[in-house]
T-cell receptor
Framework: DSGVTQTPKHLITATGQRVTLRCSPRSGDLSVYWYQQSLDQGLQFLIQYYNGEERAKGNILERFSAQQFPDLHSELNLSSLELGDSALYFC?????????????FGPGTRLTVL | DQQVKQNSPSLSVQEGRISILNCDYTNSMFDYFLWYKKYPAEGPTFLISISSIKDKNEDGRFTVFLNKSAKHLSLHIVPSQPGDSAVYFCAASAIGGGADGLTFGKGTHLIIQP
């Protein structure tokens, strides 16, 4: 158990809908990362927050957005969903925003868009 | 454009022998490399890392070798044990090159045969 929690575990929805994925980092971790793992793909970095502020953006679509709240939990919002958005979404956390700081991953949320 | 490549989707090794997992990268800005291990239905777990100032890093049964001129790294597991059966992801980043998160390969599924 990494100490990072993600809810829900599974989510099934229809095209055009909007969903919110939630992540609670390990106690004491200030940095949160979001990654997407599509079928046959490696994990793709989406976005990073540190202590409530956006710190880095990766391959995140404009239809996706995220935020980190004062209690340090983070939410990833996916809107106007398409079939291709079906994937595993992982959240990871670390103490500092430095890339050399170990990232601890949650178990992921599996999103299925029908 | 895949910047981190793991060309072997799967690898089968006999218990007790050496497992060698390979990874190639194309981005010359990468100077920090990691290996993560992933079991089904769990998030990736950090295994070992190496920075570009070194060519080898060892942690118990796990050793990572880095060949900067060839843009190649490998993970050696000696001796291989049944619990090592998992998907192994190679990841890379640029420490001083901005906060981009980690760039992952697609993974190699290691199967340890009894």
């Amino acid at each position: 158990d990494s100490g990072v929690t993600q809810t829900p575990k599974h989510l099934i929805t229809a095209t055009g809908q909007r969903v919110t994925l939630r992540c609670s980092p390990r106690s004491g971790d200030l940095s949160v990362y979001w990654y997407q793992q599509s079928l046959d793909q490696g994990l793709q970095f989406l976005i990073q927050y540190y202590n409530g502020e956006e710190r880095a953006k990766g391959n995140i679509l404009e239809r996706f957005s995220a935020q980190q709240f004062p209690d340090l939990h983070s939410e990833l919002n996916l809107s106007s969903l398409e079939l291709g958005d079906s994937a595993l979404y992982f959240c990871a956390s670390s103490v500092s925003p430095q890339i050399t700081d170990t990232q601890y991953f949650g178990p992921g949320t599996r999103l299925t868009v029908l | 454009d895949q910047q981190v490549k793991q060309n072997s989707p799967s690898l089968s090794v006999q218990e007790g022998r050496i497992s060698i997992l390979n990874c190639d990268y194309t981005n010359s800005m990468f100077d920090y490399f990691l290996w993560y291990k992933k079991y089904p239905a769990e998030g990736p777990t950090f295994l070992i890392s190496i920075s570009s100032i070194k060519d080898k890093n060892e942690d118990g049964r796990f050793t990572v070798f880095l060949n900067k001129s060839a843009k190649h790294l490998s993970l050696h597991i000696v001796p291989s044990q049944p619990g090592d059966s998992a998907v192994y992801f190679c990841a890379a980043s640029a420490i001083g090159g901005g906060a981009d998160g980690l760039t992952f390969g697609k993974g190699t599924h290691l199967i340890i045969q009894p």
